[in-house]
């Protein structure tokens, strides 16, 4: 009976986000989660779903991951909260496990609970070292939907009703570096970037672009920030998306991954940029939570313990899958990305194939604006399931 009651409950609630999702993501029915199991979801009447979502990208780990439960039960029997003013072992342990895996220059780390709080956090603490306002982003950027991180956000249909938005921000089109070099200037505290852009469409920045990003930083005077939200932690097969290319950003946003699931973000940073933080210039009252830290702490040692070349691997073997299954199709223009983040771009829209792969081969894929279909598994995936998952994505596309 209770079980009835609660997925009841659970199909209103799924009516009311999809009610502000507006077609964000296509909509997925009437269909109830209730559990997972490594790289599946399962559903309320036991159906089991191949997700090369994690969840928009935060279960790293896969579902029921064994490290990541027991770390957040043990965690949780001994103390979920404890505020920031008080010294908390699991906490520094995290941090500690965090910085070690950053590289040797980000020495600070700032906690927080998502990735749109990061971004926030990161454009303070460029103000802040600067002394300068703007902000220079790139089209196609995703960045958050809070105000700050909205005002980086491209999107305009996410944008649009909330203008004016932060004043001094500039939207310079991916990959071009003759117009970066005009929008930087005097007053540019930071260009913000992400070096894949994922949900406008997973395009890679291109090495020589990236570069003169931060060439033209360190001449001007601009900070470099890089979103690591959803490149972060083994996602493109290495510890770092910017790692890939010669790049030392002053700060890195962090998140998804970051708790292996458990909501968590981070602005990490350098000595350089902590000069200027003083005492209450940022704060949150839930970041550092215990459980959280507890989470981030099980899910950097499973990280540390091989999966991110797990990841790689993974990753070389659904792209050289994909591109034999699918590669020469006329319906896909490109096979694009790095390591386990994969856009399939498509010559049509990519929704009803996420509804066929969903309702057909229960599979679950995420769109990345229109035409792209976007793939993100847990870096847990077995060869087994990519085969899966090839062969679904193959049998969902006309051939
Ligand atoms: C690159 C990037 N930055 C920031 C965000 C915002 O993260 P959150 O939804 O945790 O606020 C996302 C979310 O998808 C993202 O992909």
Redesign the pocket.
Known sequence: MDTVKSSIDAKSAVRNTQSYESGVVPRRGETVMVAGEGCWMIDSEGQRYLDLTSS??VAMLGYNHPVLTAAIQEQAALMHACPNFFHNDTRADFLNKLITATPLHLTRAFLGN????A?DGAIKFARLATGRTGIVAFRNS?????VG?LSLTWNPRYRRKFEPLLPDVSHVPFNRIDLLDKAVGDGTAAVVL?VIQ??GGVHVGEGDFLEAVQQICRERGAKLVI?E???GFGRTGRWFGFQHFDLEPDII?L??GLGGGFPM?AVVYTDEIQESVFSGAHGSTFGGNPLACAAGAAALSVYQDGLIEQAERAGDRLRAGLETAIGARRVVREIRGKGLLIGIDLRTKAVPFLKTLMETHKVLALPAGSTVLRLLPPLTISDEEIDLAVEAVAASLPA
């Not at 998502?114 to 709080?117: K, L, N, Q, V, Y």
């Open positions: 928009q990208g998502s990735g749109a709080e971004i995703f960045h958050g939907r809070t991180a992400e994922a949900e979103d939200v959803q490149t946003a998140a998804k973000g």
